[in-house]
């Protein structure tokens, strides 16, 4: 699979329609999508950021805990790079394309928090419950 083989329009209307329903207060349609994104993050392969073969983190907070960026297409990844740069993250990074479970051992880091969405404009979390 090839960078711009990478598209997920229906991922980003999913998380656009939670930002809806969280103005709306709407727990019940939030919980319906974040279902929806969970299905849809199973099956779909995503562009991750890497540094010597392990996912680049972000911290997150003071306490240890981290974020992995991932990517929904190219344009967002290039973005992305450019946001690494400005912040002096951006060196020896590469990409690998893959499902979000390629990394199971993160899912047992207490400090883990999930994928952060298109990190250049921090668009949304993709917390642990979903993965």
């Known amino acids: ?10 991922l980003k209307n999913h998380i656009n329609m939670i ?9 019940k349609a939030i919980d319906e999508t974040e279902s929806q994104i969970k299905d849809y993050i199973k099956d779909n392969y995503f562009i991750i950021s890497i540094e010597d073969n392990k996912p680049v983190k972000i911290p997150y907070g003071n ?12 344009a967002e990844y290039i973005n992305g ?28 880091d ?15 979390i993709i917390n642990i419950t979903l993965l």
Do not use: C, W
């Open 1 to 10: 699979m090839k960078i711009e083989e990478i598209k997920h329009p229906e």
């Open 81 to 108: 790079m450019q946001y690494f740069s400005l912040n002096v993250m951006d060196e020896n990074k590469e990409y690998i394309i893959e499902k979000l479970n390629f990394f199971k051992n993160l899912g047992d």
């Open 110 to 124: 207490p400090n883990f928090l999930g994928y952060i969405v298109n990190i250049a404009r921090v668009s949304y």
């Open 63 to 74: 306490d240890g805990n981290y974020l992995v960026p991932i990517f929904t297409d190219e």
């Open 19 to 27: 930002y809806m329903h969280g103005e709306n207060q709407n727990q």
